[in-house]
């Protein structure tokens, strides 16, 4: 099981940027998929952005397209998410996820694909 631990979020304006990050415990991190979800109030998880174990492939929903980016280190166990330009509708808690599927160079969209999930940091974004 890999702990996950989400940091970055807070309070900015529309048009700002921010960066979270997802500090993993473990030596096995490196070898997964990670992804990050949001859940908004009164809404469903959605999915954000995914990444293949390797930082190869990508993907992401089509309302963070060309705004967010997300990227991995694994010498540092760490998954980032870089927000740009955030929206009123980005506003939301954040989380990153773990799949279990060693050595893996999908990009899993489905939030019942993946093992382990971090508490959450929220990102509220004012207009």
């Known amino acids: 099981q890999v702990q996950l631990v989400e940091s970055g979020g807070g309070l900015v304006q529309a048009g700002a940027s921010l960066r979270l990050s997802c500090a993993a415990s473990?030596?096995?991190?490196?070898?997964?998929?990670a992804g990050w979800f949001r859940q908004a109030p009164g809404k469903e998880r959605e999915f954000v952005a995914s990444?293949?174990?390797?930082?190869?492939?990508?993907a992401y929903v089509d309302s963070v397209k060309g705004r967010f980016t997300i990227s991995r280190n694994n010498g540092k166990n760490t998954v980032y998410l870089q927000m740009n330009s955030l929206k009123p509708e980005d506003t939301a808690v954040y989380y990153c996820?773990?799949?279990?599927?060693?050595?893996?160079?999908?990009?899993?969209?489905?939030?019942?694909?993946?093992?382990?999930w971090g508490q959450g940091t929220q990102v509220t974004v004012s207009s």
């Open positions: 996820a773990v799949q279990g599927i060693e050595w893996s160079s999908g990009t899993p969209t489905a939030d019942n694909e993946y093992n382990d």
């Open positions: 473990g030596s096995t991190f490196s070898r997964f998929p």
């Open positions: 990444i293949s174990w390797s930082g190869d492939s990508t």
